[in-house]
């Protein structure tokens, strides 16, 4: 696929910023009049036989008979939420073959993008790097479908990453009113697509800005004196929440650092392993899943909300970055990132979600519990980033962002203990 005949130009960019809503409204009446019911693949008991993987999808498919629905929405929309259950569906359904779980997927696709591949509710103009996320489903539904739609919005969002305002070490601003701020969430939502559009498109001249987006952001939010990651880094250190000699976020909030530890794992998987600074990759990785062993909860197995803060009072073990933390570790040992002796701390770690968290229903319907609702920096209320902050956001269940990595966790238990 030739990436400048098939990307949007950059002017193209530029005009769409100064678009109105217009088309994206006629997308979406014209998406909501024409979609399919998914009905039919809502069940109402899911079987306690299938494999831990499969009811927690099914589970999930159960309460959201339409992909559209996940994240709590009430109407169609492109969000970050949408890619990270869509994927792991995916990988559920190559891992079994039932075909429903890609067609979830597809549908959702097919509703959400048009024959020129404009995505409804996608703004090229607000440069946000949570947008890029779902893009990593239609990978695989263009290869099954060869639909040029899908192959089109794919190129939409990496013609994204061709103007993405960036720091002066070339790390990728999180968001356009984000000015000179990278967030560990930002990673996860770009660097795993733009790894594997590189890697799918052949174009080896991308992937030293994918590893850089890893080492610039691992070098400005590291800790010492934790051997963490804070949350974010403001260059400028003009934010509130900045602090003024190092720019840095006030806390490690754990779910930040649960995307950051997906990313590196769902990106090395596209880094030729002769590549140019990959070996920085798998020592920022190193660290990250000794610090994982390291903050996990002895009695519990699991990990806090605010992880340099873990056992204090207010703070609570959180099921989000609980789930990402096990997801990473157990696809690390698999694909032989880190040493095997880290099963030991994800089995634990998959035990305490088993216990803290997950419920089960008279029908099999699998829900997951104390779920940070959102969490943020910045923006308008204003968020500071303090510990009582952290610790008052909302908590609720079945929060996609458990949903998705926990079904990943469990199909990665089932191929590492066959």
Known sequence: MDFKTSCLHLQEIFNIFMMKNTINKLILCGAVCCSVSFSLYAQKKVS?????????????????????????????????????VLQACLNVYDAYGDRKMFEYAETFCDRMIDEEGNIISYRPADLNLDKINSGKILFRIYEQTKKEKYRKAMDRLRAQL??????????????????????????????????EYTFRNNRPEDYQDVIRQFTVVAKHTYDPKTGLYRHAWDEKKTQQWADKQTGQSAHTWGRAMGWFAMALVDALEFIPKHEAGRDSMMVILDNVAAQIKRWQDKKTGVW?????????????????????????????????????????????????IQKQFIKVDKDGVISITDCCAVAGLGGTPYRSGDYEYYIHEQVRENDPKAVGPFINVCLERERLHK
Not at 168 to 177: A, I, P, S, V
Request: proline letters at 4%.
């Open 48 to 84: 306690t036989e299938q494999p831990w993987s499969v009811r927690v999808a099914k589970s999930e498919m159960t309460r959201c008979p339409e992909a559209w629905q996940l994240d709590f929405v009430k109407t169609p929309s492109w969000g970050y939420c949408h890619g990270v």
């Open 304 to 352: 806090y909300q605010v992880i340099d803060r873990s056992g204090d009072e207010g703070n609570y073990l959180e099921a989000t970055v609980s789930t990402m933390f096990v997801y990473t570790l157990y696809k690390a040992v698999r694909l032989g990132y880190i040493d095997s002796s880290y099963l030991e701390v994800a089995d634990k770690g998959y035990e305490g």
């Open 162 to 195: 061709t103007v993405q305002p960036r720091t002066t070490e070339g790390g990728f601003w999180h968001k356009l009113r984000y000015t000179n701020q990278m967030w560990l969430d930002g990673i996860y939502m770009a660097s795993p697509f733009y790894a």
